[in-house]
């Protein structure tokens, strides 16, 4: 069972990795926009810091050696996103 | 021969199979290739995230066109 704040800091993430990607985006077109690039860092430190908290607290969101594991190996511990209940 | 306008794909039809078969560009007719126009959009300010994901975009300026369709998905009606 996934618990209230495990998914409030899930769909934080999510905002966040959209802006990232948007932000992004736009500076594959406008690379020389500083007001741009502030915002996707700014954007990019709040993402990394919310993972790492989640990440902790929950499991790693990815594998194949982005992330660390506790033990017991903790990838295949955590619900699917069809076993999240809303 | 059949030109594709959007993506730079041409080829022609096997005989046989009719289905397309892959050709190199030099053999193909000497078409253009296509062009694509991109408007320059100014970075003006953002929206937050949570009102990004909702919107589909981080950017006001892109919603400019729909702004119509979005007050009527808003109020309850079809964005379309």
Not at chain 1, 54 to 69: K, Q, V
Not at chain 2, 25 to 46: F, G, I
Request: aromatic share 14%; with cysteine.
């Amino acid at each position: 069972m996934v618990g209230k704040e495990c998914k409030e800091l899930m769909s934080k993430i999510c905002e966040l990795e959209f802006a990232a990607i948007d932000l992004n985006l736009y500076l594959d077109n406008h690379p020389t926009c500083q007001q741009a690039i502030t915002d996707y860092n700014t954007i990019s430190q709040n993402l990394m810091s919310l993972k790492k908290i989640y990440e902790a607290n929950y499991g790693p969101l990815t594998n194949y050696g982005t992330c660390l594991s506790s033990y017991p190996w903790r990838w295949v511990d955590e619900p699917w996103p069809w076993e999240i209940e809303e | 021969m059949y030109r594709n306008t959007f993506i730079e794909v041409k080829y022609l039809l096997d005989p046989i199979s009719q289905l397309p078969q892959m050709i190199p560009y030099a053999q193909a007719t000497p078409c253009k290739y296509a062009r694509a126009y991109v408007l320059d959009q100014p970075y003006t300010c953002v929206v937050s995230p949570s009102e990004a994901i909702k919107r589909g975009t981080i950017f006001p300026f892109l919603l400019k066109s729909y702004i119509y369709s979005l007050e009527k998905a808003n109020q309850g009606g079809s964005a379309w």
